[in-house]
């Protein structure tokens, strides 16, 4: 593997995430968290993806397939191409996606029946909140999410597993993770195994752990600070 230019800091790179294993078996004790039922996800953004190819190759797990989670805001025109990589998808976050999602995975349908070959397995989806009190912001506002997660659990090829969210402001973390918990328990009730939270990044984890996350979506606490070209 290449990496003349080194756009990150390769040797830090299997450290860091040690640290922050080991920060999230920490949190998991302090939050009375089953650590088992906590997934990290190494986010990539503005660095290569041959980072996660060499963060799997330094942890000596060369071996295994990485599974790989779209997590950024999706334009439908790239729903195709995403969902040829991705087995999950957590920012599911308008119904114009939901759409274009719907249609891709219907023509994968139609073409493996019409050449004898297993369908490829349903892609995973979080419905991505908005916590915000600007309705115009991306994702379902609270009030939204049970309408819009009976059309997702319509649509073809779509395995919904539960919800995601960001934190909209520094020093609300807990109120917004507190509103992405509820969302997750009214998901429940009309779907009982879309039982997923994602949430929490490198700064605000350890609040996230305490209301409920499963998926914690970490970037910079494991690839460095990012860099921008000048
Ligand atoms: C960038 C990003 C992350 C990771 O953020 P860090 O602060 O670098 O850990 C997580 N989730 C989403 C949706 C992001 O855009």
Redesign the pocket.
């Known amino acids: 593997m290449t990496n003349s230019t080194s756009e990150y800091d390769a040797s830090g790179l299997a450290e860091r995430y040690g640290s922050v294993q080991e920060q999230i078996t920490d949190a998991c004790r302090l939050a009375d968290r089953n650590r088992d039922e906590v997934t990290l ?1 190494v ?1 990539s ?1 503005f660095h290569p993806a041959d980072l996660v190819l060499n963060l799997i190759e330094r942890l000596g797990r060369a071996d295994e397939v990485p599974t790989w989670h779209f ?3 999706l334009q439908s025109n790239k729903a195709k191409s995403v969902l040829r990589y991705a087995s999950s998808i ?2 599911l976050d308008r119904l114009s996606l939901l759409e274009a999602l719907a249609k891709e995975r219907n023509k994968i349908a139609v073409l493996a029946q019409e050449n004898g070959i297993p369908i490829a397995p349903a892609t995973k989806v979080f419905i ?1 909140l908005n916590l915000t009190d600007d309705p115009d912001r991306g994702g379902i506002v609270p009030s939204n999410l049970l309408s819009f997660a009976e059309l997702v659990l319509a649509a073809p090829g779509l395995d919904l597993v539960g919800v ?1 969210g ?1 934190a909209s402001l520094e020093g609300q973390e807990e109120r917004d993770f507190a509103a992405i918990q509820k969302a997750s328990a009214d998901l429940q009730r009309i779907a009982p195994v879309a039982n997923l939270i ?1 949430a ?6 350890q609040t996230a752990l305490r209301f409920g996350a499963t998926h914690l ?7 460095g600070p ?1 860099q921008y070209l000048t």
């Open positions: 996800i986010v953004k997590i950024g805001q957590h920012s991505e995601m960001v994602s929490g990044m490198s700064n605000d984890f979506r970490i970037g910079t606490a494991i690839t990012r």
